[in-house]
């Protein structure tokens, strides 16, 4: 009977500690909960609580920065997730065929990511500015460099994130 108790007891602790991930995937996320330092030097702080803030200088935290909330999706559920937003008009089968171009470069379905940030707050020089605007990331998290390779899908603008 105690070694029964036993198991129930480490099967519901492995259950509660691997669905407590933040990420609306199954797999893995590895943006979530993480800081990433984009190619123009600007840094996004991912909070595990899912908010987000963005400062165009780490140093400066006090203003020229954007606040919000965001949710990330991996995999199938991230290329379902864009499919879904017609608007930025990336269907499936082009997320698709894009990753299958590139599997010799060790891609797959399951380094496709979809980041959708909610802007609520923006403060630049010091005038702060309540706003509600989406923006959409779509591309590759590489886990053996630690980088999410991303387009910005409002502005078609190519980002590079170091994620810490």
Known sequence: MKKMIKTVCVITLLLVCGCSQNSKSHNQDMLSGHCLTASDQSYLQLNKDGHYVWYQN?????????EGTYEVYVGMEAID???SL?????????????????????????DWYVMIQTRTKRVVQAQETL????????????KDKKVYDAVNCNSANYSYFSVE
């Open 58 to 66: 780490k140093s400066v935290t006090n203003d020229n920065y954007y």
């Open 81 to 83: 997730q864009l499919d």
């Open 86 to 110: 017609s608007e930025y008009g990336f269907t499936k089968q082009e997320q698709l065929d894009y990753i299958e171009r590139n599997k010799d470069k060790g891609i797959s379905v399951d």
């Open 131 to 142: 706003e509600k605007t989406r923006i959409v990331y779509a591309g590759v998290y590489y």
